[in-house]
Every structure is written in C-alpha cells, then in structure tokens.
C-alpha cells in the first residue's frame, strides 16, 4: 500500500515560528499532498516558496481548513482562540503553538520525546498543543532524571533570545544595536525598555503575584507533560539580548541520592539531547552553536554542594526550532504515522 499523505495548513506562515515550520515541513520530508500558507488580510497575496513551487498566502477565513487534514497553527493566542475550534469543527487536527489551549484538561501537551503517548487525547477536542518554547527544552532533560531520581523541585532561570517575541522583536534588537553603536537615539515598541546591551526580566504580562506569564506557563506546563503535579517548579524568565537560542540555569533537587556522573551518563543516551561538558576545552552549550540545530544541548552539569541530593546544569536550545517549529512538525509526524 502506498504511504498515506497529507492536507497541510500552515496559520500564521508569514511570521517567525511559521517560516520555520515551513522549513521543518520540507527538511523533514513530511508526507504532504497539498499544502496551503494562511495569515491575516496583512499578508494574504504574498508568495512564498514549498519545495520548489510558489505558494500564495490566504486569509485566514472559517473557510480556510476544508479539506484540510492537519493544520499547524502560529499566528497567536487571539487567533487560535477563534479559529483552531473552527479547524477542528472542519475535521482537521490542530497542532496549536499558542499557549491558548495548553492548560485546557481536553487538549494534550506534548513533547515527543517525553510524552508521546498524551497525543491520542488529540479525538477530545481535535486540538493537540506545542508547549512554551523554554518549557520543551527543559522537560526533556527532566524526564529520564524524574525517572531515575524523582524530581522533588526545580528552580529555573531563564536567558531567552528575542526571536521567541516574532519578527518585529528581531529587527528591534538589531536596529538598537546598530542605532547605540552609531551614537544614535534608540527606540523601543516592542519590549517597554531597550534590549540592546540590557536584560529584561520580563516576558509577557505580569500577573497578580507577580510573576509574569512566561513564568507561571514554564510552572505548569512542566507539571502536565511529566504528569506530577507534586513536582515544585520556581521560573525567572528573562530577555536577553540575543537573536536566537533560549538558555536556561536548572537548579534540581531530587529524593533520591543523584550525582553529575550519573546524569552526565543518564542524558548521553537521551534521545534529543547532546551533552556538551568538557571544562578543560571551555566547552559548554551557548546559542549561538546551538540556533540553526533541532537537539537540546546541556552542560555544566555539577554536585549543588548545598543540600544532600542536587544537581545544577545549563540547558541551551533553538527557541525556533525544537522550541516551537520542530516540536509541533514531530508532533504532527507521530499523529500522521499512528492516529490518522
Ligand atoms: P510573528 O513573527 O509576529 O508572526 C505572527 C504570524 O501570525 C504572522 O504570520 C501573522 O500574519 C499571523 N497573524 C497574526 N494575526 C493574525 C490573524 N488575525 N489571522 C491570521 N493570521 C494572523 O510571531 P511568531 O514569533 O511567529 O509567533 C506566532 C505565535 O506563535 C505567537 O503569537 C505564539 O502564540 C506562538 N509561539 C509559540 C512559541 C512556543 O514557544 N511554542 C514560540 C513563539 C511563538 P501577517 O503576516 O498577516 O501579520
Ligand atoms: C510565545 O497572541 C499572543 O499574545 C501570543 C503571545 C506569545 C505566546 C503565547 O502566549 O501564546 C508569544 C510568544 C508564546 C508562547 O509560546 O506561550
């Protein structure tokens, strides 16, 4: 029998994670019959390039998912609000990026390497979601040491690149940089103070207790995809002035006894990540190596010499790539191999 192929939608094509999922579609080779690029009114008549053809970007209409199979969704909390119900009304299955539908009992969170099998929950709502991009890459190293050495909590810092903000992020910091290195005035829309040469520790809204979304969405998110909510989880998010690739100081402390040899050795095999360790060389995982790859990459694995079992690492990631784009095309591959 031949391979089953695909009806693929791609909402918000035009923007930064969808031009990378774009990339992911034909660099992974996924099994597409046809393949159709929405955004809003803005963008609809723009060309873009699938595989070779030209591809004319549509609106986003309650019409756009007929016939559609998967769509993969990237144009916003708003718009995956109004329209991923409308997709999976039209029987398509929506792979949704926003953090719209993350927390919703009914729609699964999925990493694939750490809970694939939460994807056949997909028939409740039709709804699948991509976690916070600097949630994935922290639950994958998680996983295998939950495991082995019972997480009991995690204190997290976080060190996230402008790309995770869009495309307008992107030329801000770039044109800061090159207005401050002219001795020019510099201007701020997007971030409420400048990005350039600075770090902001704040990363969407802030909300009563003061922490900012981003932070209560790496709590529990986390909680979900390792399914234990006894795990305790504190996030400090932060802008940092870099283009692309999120890094993250994890803080763990285990019930079990656990040391650096043995998660160094336990995440050597992990399928997704690739340990970079080695002092003497000075090499340790940094975004600029790691933008442009779809692995997770740790290193400074080391004793927290200041309680009984505890361990501190750096977890580096393309926030692009396997922080949004590759996660949602590897969610949409195990759906369309298993389930469709
Ligand atoms: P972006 O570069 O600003 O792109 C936004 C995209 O959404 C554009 O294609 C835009 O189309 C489209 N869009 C906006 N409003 C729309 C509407 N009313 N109808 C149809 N399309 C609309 O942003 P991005 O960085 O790609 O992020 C897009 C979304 O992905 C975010 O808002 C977020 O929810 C999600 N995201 C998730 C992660 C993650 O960690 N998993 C990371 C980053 C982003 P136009 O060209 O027509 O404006
Ligand atoms: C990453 O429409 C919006 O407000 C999108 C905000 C956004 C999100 C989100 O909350 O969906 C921008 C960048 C994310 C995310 O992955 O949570």
Redesign the pocket.
């Known amino acids: 029998m031949p391979d089953k192929t695909f009806n693929v939608a791609v909402?918000?094509?035009?923007?930064?994670?969808?031009?990378?999922m774009i990339t992911c579609l034909e660099e992974r080779n996924f099994p597409v019959k046809s393949i159709k690029f929405?955004?809003?009114?803005?963008?609809?008549g723009?060309k873009l390039r699938f595989k070779g053809d030209t591809v004319v970007?549509e609106?986003?209409t309650e019409d756009s998912f007929k016939g559609v199979d998967i769509a993969l969704?990237?144009?916003?909390?708003?718009?995956?609000k109004?329209?991923a119900p409308i997709a999976a009304e039209s029987g398509c299955v929506v792979v949704d990026?926003?953090?719209?539908w993350r927390m919703d009992p009914e729609v699964p969170l999925v990493v694939p390497e750490v809970n694939p099998h939460a994807i056949a929950q997909y028939t409740k709502k039709g709804i699948i979601a991509?976690?916070?991009?600097?949630?994935?890459q922290m639950v994958v190293p998680l996983k295998p040491i939950h495991q082995k050495f019972e997480i009991k909590r995690v204190v997290v810092s976080t060190y996230q690149a402008v790309?995770?903000?869009?495309?307008?992020?992107i030329d801000e910091l770039f044109d800061q940089t090159r207005a401050i290195l002219n001795f020019q005035e510099s201007k701020n829309k997007v971030y409420p103070h400048r990005i350039a040469f600075n770090c902001l520790p704040h990363i969407d809204v802030f909300l009563d207790n003061g922490y900012s979304k981003e932070e209560v969405k790496m709590v529990n998110e986390t909680r979900k995809i390792l399914e234990d909510d006894s795990i305790g989880i504190t996030a400090t998010t932060v802008r940092v002035p870099v283009f692309y690739g999120h890094s993250e100081s994890v803080n763990i402390e285990t019930n079990k006894p656990i040391s650096a040899a043995e998660v160094r050795a336990l995440l050597e095999k992990e399928p997704g990540v690739v340990v970079v360790d080695d002092l003497e060389k000075n090499l340790y995982p940094l975004a600029i190596d790691a933008a442009g790859r779809d692995e997770i990459f740790v290193g400074r694995i080391r004793q927290d010499e200041s309680i009984p079992n505890g361990i501190n690492m750096w977890i580096v990631a393309d926030?692009?790539r396997k922080?949004?784009a590759t996660?949602?095309v590897q969610i949409a591959e195990v759906l369309a191999k298993e389930y469709l």
């Open positions: 909402a918000g094509a035009t923007g930064a994670v969808g031009n990378q929405l955004a809003s009114h803005r963008s609809a723009r970007v609106e986003m969704f990237s144009a916003g909390g708003s718009t995956s109004q329209f990026n926003s953090s719209q991509n976690p916070n991009c600097s949630t994935i790309s995770g903000t869009g495309k307008k992020a926030n692009i922080g949004a996660n949602a």
